[in-house]
């Protein structure tokens, strides 16, 4: 391991000003990520800015019934939060989804938005790997990984975001709070994150030193209703081949309003606006939610022909996501939402 400088600054403001002026310098505050690339040999910093005496481990609630969220909240914490399980059950579902109680309990909310978009060659300094070095090309490309994205991926890199939180966050509508060198700024998560283009050594839209500092959950009226479903390689500890985070708001037996979330796809989490459009103010039925994967995946395209099955894998898991969803909503079993026949009408 390369020799490299420490610092615990005493306030968020020092800290981005340590971190600003060195462009080798990075945050550490649980480590969960960091570490693994230190001692993989992938990240060299000259300093490492520890965040994790800052005062920011509170989670309080705002005057419009949302709550903020530290950056320094650990994940187990939480995800165990009752006002947390009870109003926004998909962020604590993503959490729990997401590596193991012993990483949990040491990972921190930022830390989990702030973690590399990564695959196996990016972990392997033997592969070429544009995001680990701008330029030298991209090994996944023809690799042996079954994680590569089918939307929004480029040549430069088919690397997928790895984070359960940042798709349920996208779900909800949360905004990442971020102090940099000019002030603070809001910034929705769904924004957070790049799509890799021609830099995919750039994970999001952050600038050097800046820090996210919280994270708000607005008080949205289907975030009660709402869940995280993940399919992966095994049950645990295990990036996911695609996960669907949904949110709906029911007026009887039709979609009032719902916010989708795909994970497992894109370099980022991908927000389903257009399978949302084809959901507002239509019935709560099967086909339905398929015509709405449909909408949503049809940019969606296999880098190699063995990763094609993950495409109806993601319409299947919306689709079941969706089903389960409502029937819960509906108090009624997963089996009795209704279908729409041929004729477009609702069948039993």
């Not at 399919?231 to 979609?255: H, K, M, N, Y």
Request: some cysteine; glycine content about 8%.
């Amino acid at each position: 391991m390369r020799p490299f400088a420490y610092a615990r600054p005493a306030t968020p403001e020092e800290a981005v000003a340590l971190v600003a002026q060195d462009p080798d310098a990075v945050y550490v505050a649980g480590g969960t990520n960091l570490v693994d690339h230190l001692k993989l040999g992938i990240v060299r910093p000259h300093l490492l800015v520890d965040v994790t005496g800052l005062p920011l481990n509170d989670i309080e609630a705002l005057p419009d019934g949302g709550v903020r969220v530290g950056a320094n909240v650990r994940n187990a914490d939480l995800a165990a939060r009752p006002e947390v399980r009870e109003r926004w059950p998909v962020v604590s579902q993503a959490l729990l989804a997401g590596a193991s109680p012993q990483l949990r309990n040491m990972a921190t909310l930022a830390g989990n938005l702030m973690q590399r978009t990564r695959c196996p060659s990016f972990e392997n300094p033997e592969t070429a790997c544009n995001k680990r070095d701008p330029g030298s090309g991209c090994a996944a490309v023809a690799g042996r990984t079954g994680h590569r994205a089918v939307l929004g991926a480029s040549p430069a890199c088919v690397a997928v975001h790895p984070s359960d939180l940042a798709v349920a966050l996208c779900a909800v509508d949360a905004v990442a709070c971020v102090l940099g060198r000019t002030g603070t700024r809001r910034i929705p998560v769904t924004a957070l994150h790049r799509l890799p283009g021609d830099h995919p050594e750039r994970d999001t839209v952050l600038d050097h030193g800046d820090l996210v500092t919280a994270v708000e959950l607005p008080p949205l009226p289907m975030a009660a209703r709402s869940r995280y479903r993940k399919v992966g390689d095994r049950a645990s500890f295990t990036f996911a081949l695609v996960s669907v985070a949904a949110a709906v708001d029911l007026d009887g037996d039709r979609i009032r309003d719902v916010r989708i979330a795909f994970g497992g796809l894109a370099a980022k989490p991908w927000r389903a606006t257009r399978a949302e459009a084809v959901l507002r103010g239509a019935p709560a039925t099967a086909d339905r939610f398929a015509a709405a994967a449909d909408a949503e995946l049809a940019a969606a395209r296999a880098v190699v022909p063995a990763d094609a099955y993950r495409i109806p894998l993601a319409r299947d898991t919306l689709v079941a996501t969706l089903l389960d969803l409502c029937a819960d909503a509906q108090d009624r079993p997963a089996g009795a939402v209704k279908h729409e026949g041929r004729s477009g009408r609702a069948t039993p």
